[in-house]
């Protein structure tokens, strides 16, 4: 369960038995034929998978070099975390699971939940922010039409990370029947790792496609957001041993890296626990954890999934900071270059461009996370279209 | 022999009362203490506040949120402890969670807990297993106890392991539930201890969650060896202020 | 140009020329290897099609028998407009323009068309009434977004309607270079047969889809809504031969058929002329065009494509109307049945199961024409979520 | 002979006047019609007005707009002109969209035409071929003379066809644009009217679109048999009303 020095599972006691029944069957489960064509079917029927590896000509003309944009804001509920969804659904099903619960901060995780449990006729309970909840009233109108319950979380901040406590503390308080849907690389182990997996789909499908494409599996540079890293995790997956492949994670800067609002955490965060894994997070020197800030709500997660940490720690990948403001103006560009609107949390990856000068050899794989329609009002407001 | 050990030997059933350190007003913590033991109460956990308590309910959760915001820290606790030997002799249990104590650094905040004199720690978040194999030898280097939990759905083979490796008392959580929730013991709950004292484990059990008066105190002690009372302490400091700390403490023990 | 006595070019001289270079090339482009090339890899990498044909479980059992969904929602942009504007900026290329045109109701067909030129490169300029630029906010700043310049019908009714006329007005004014990128089966020939041509990729992929599913490439019965029919024309067009499969064509019936609010245009229309087309239209007794009402902005178009006037006045497709509160509630029953929030529009075509009965053995495959993000706030407001 | 043909063969350059039957009241129509011949005018484009005028510019649909609010429909119309040529003489067209004429029916709508005394029609959206395949002998039986436009984009060999087809004058468009924009004529515009001009056509052709005082009408008739002018008399009407229609004329004819 530990990436290097960091992951394992920090939890209570009370959480134990969920924890170890879930590490103890997971990988058993996920082997098992009859998941794997469930979860197969499912990514090619409802999710819409493959998604395309798309060539991005006017990009590539741009800044000379060869762009290739992985679209998983095509999928279902239009980003990446319906992969992990599905996958955690059909794991709920299988231990025998009746309830489910999620945290989620921009809701887009509890969209992609509540869209599962639909899909299986189960109960469903999304702990959100309360501020959230005001923030992103259209991701609540939409797990309600899904028919999931939203619960304000009241505690703290009222945003991401106190909601993720909340479910955790639901959790705690319903130790037989529910399964905890998370939604990011991050938690106890077996989480990063099996979110991980149902990521991996990503970089397995790049690998084909590319091959398709340019003859090779391996790009010369993988680029994806960060912010609890399941979208880098699914994309770097199938390359994270073979170092020909050069790995970009991307974090959300704020207003800056040094202005204090920012949530770049692998570059601020210092080691230390956040919802039950050893990992970077952003804390006081007291060990109480702060309250990040970026303009995508995707990104704004004081911790980083024990992967990251890692690939951080090794100089496997190499980690960027982008700003608000560069981010914004990254995601107008792609719009107005390949008819693409990203979500904010994609555009940090996009915004690299600016910064790093690439070869016209080079084969850039930029994972398109999600897409920008929950965003829209952000970039009214920031353009003031 | 720790205090927690001598407490443990003694007959009778221990009463345990939990509080954030540094609520209602920062520099309560020592007075708070004091009034405790001289109310006649067996044990204190001492809250460690931290910013994402996740095995907390939301009275212990405001508790951390208002001592923080007071100025609370693991210097300012020490600090508040430094003398506290000087008056008080009942066992005293520092409880928090994992994070801060790594950033103060485990070596250094045992170090210091011996130094002011607390007796164990609770930390809801450092599994058995990970303190059994990175910091069992430091804590026992302290002279520390630290102190495990258990709930009704640990299984037989782990509570095994958990009295293998405690030194103290097994904290036996009344439910699987966060602090501060429950109203009084059910059947499940009461034949769960039972189940478990039958256990006839090395280390005695002491009950925590879901304890607030003298009914729920004598249920939880009828088969464990005592009871950690945090949530209803809390919302008594809430209210009255730590003015009249012996009424509560009576209503207890009534 | 004509099927049956409906189609044509009823169109001023100053648009002859236009509509005869697209005339005498339309059919020839479209076969050159090169066009096809371009488009499917578009189609596919772009747009990442093919769209899933998804078998609806939990729909199916509720109503006893075969439902599969062709996830057009899925497509870039969310609905299947895309298919054709993509086809059409090609076509524009070929045809050696540089600027672009198009109308807008509801924002889609505006959105789909804006993508195409930021893709290509090319001048758009969308004309919207100025009432649904105010009800449509998202949409049109989605379209800036991706660089086009919106301008506002201002004249008539101030909807789709007028917002054709102005785009027709600049097509007039601007005959050489520009394209007029028509965003429905409606219009003057070749129009409504060049956009069943590029939307005909549905029924393409719905017959060895099918086949691979359910050993057939014919379904009992396709569905479709009808607001000026391009999502029914793909649906239908590889079936309208084959009479072993039945059509079904769901119009808005708004506040009810006869309650004056409505866009049951086949049902309540008269054989007419609109936008260059003889077709049904809605229309007073002295032949002035009427304003249609439905919940949904893409249904509510007075006219119908004239493939489907012919369509209803053979009997070829069984038409049905359906009510705003029908439609909004099979909305919220997908949503909560299978977790797809399905577009109004084609809400339309799921409440069809309300009124008519199919056998256990029959396969409905209905086209999931576009997803409801862009109709929250309607849903939101409908069910007071 | 009608009376198209036999205006077109005198002498001199015509101006036409197009309005939007009742336009600015719905019972405006025959007293405009009245006054424009009394003023000197040629020749006279009823406006049938239309609910989506798609090849007219702000001007003209505005006041159709404002004349089917008014009430304005085809019998009513019919209606105002049945005692006209008691008092008119000059050549009357029909100028609507072809769905009203339709509804109407085609037939009926060329019978009434004739019945009142109106000499010819312009349905813009009435292409030519469908005219020519359909609706050719309909109007011949009723003595109807169909206009036909061309535009610059208009190609020699249907300018041709048209031209074949007419019988009355081509209505030569100045330039690919909707009714009411530009401002004045440029050398493009001049060039093509004289291009048409040489082709010697075997129908006269009147100018419309941009005409909108002297200067203009003079450029549009050097090498034309007249002009049509239809926004700025509807501007005309909708400052000034129908008080002052022979200063209108006056200064195109000044």
Known sequence: GYYGEFGGAYIPEMLYPNVEELRLNYLKIMAEPSFKEAFDQLLKDYVGRPSPLYFAKRMSAKYKTKIYLKREDLNHTGAHKINNTVGQILMAQRLGKTRIIAETGAGQHGVATATVCALMGMECIVYMGEIDIARQAPNVARMKMLGAKVVPALSGSRTLKDATNEAIRDWINNPVDTHYIIGSVVGPHPYPDMVARFQAIVSEEIQWQLKEKEGTEKPTYVVACVGGGSNAAGAFYHYLEDTDVKLIAVEAAGKGVDSGESAATSILGKEGIIHGSKTLLMQTKDGQITEPYSISAGLDYPGVGPMHAHLYKTGRAEFMAITDDDAMLAGLELSKTEGIIPAIETAHSLAIFKYKTFKPEDIVVINLSGRGDKDLQNYIEYFDL | ?254
């Open chain 2, 1 to 254: 022999m720790n205090r927690i050990n001598e407490k443990l030997n003694k007959d009778g059933k221990l009463l345990s009362i939990y509080f954030s350190a540094g609520y209602p007003n920062l520099s309560d913590t020592a007075s708070i203490i004091q009034d405790l033991e001289k109310n006649g109460v067996d044990m204190i956990e001492i809250g460690l506040p931290f910013s994402d308590p996740l095995a907390d309910g939301p009275t212990i959760q405001a508790s951390s949120t208002a001592a923080l915001k007071n100025g609370m820290t693991s210097d300012v606790l020490f600090n508040q402890l430094k003398d506290i030997r000087k008056t008080v002799s009942i066992p005293l249990i520092i409880m928090g969670y994992f994070n801060p104590m790594l950033q103060y650094g485990v070596e250094a905040f045992c170090a210091k807990c011996k130094e002011v004199g607390v007796d164990g720690l609770i930390i809801p978040d450092l599994p058995v297993d990970v303190y059994d194999e990175q910091y069992k030898s430091v804590f026992k280097k302290h002279g520390l106890i630290n102190v495990f939990l258990i709930t009704p759905q640990t299984s037989k083979e782990r509570i095994d392991y958990i009295d293998s490796i405690s030194e103290g008392f097994i904290y036996m959580v009344s439910s699987a539930s966060v602090t501060g929730s429950g109203d009084g013991f059910g059947d499940a709950q009461t034949a769960y201890f039972k189940r478990i004292s039958d256990l006839n484990l090395k280390h005695p059990q002491i009950v925590g969650f879901g304890i607030k008066d003298e009914h729920s105190f004598k249920q939880a002690t009828t088969h464990a060896k005592g009871a950690i009372i945090g949530s209803a302490f809390i919302k008594h400091l809430t209210s009255h202020g730590t003015e009249k700390i012996s009424d509560f403490v009576e209503n207890i023990k009534a």
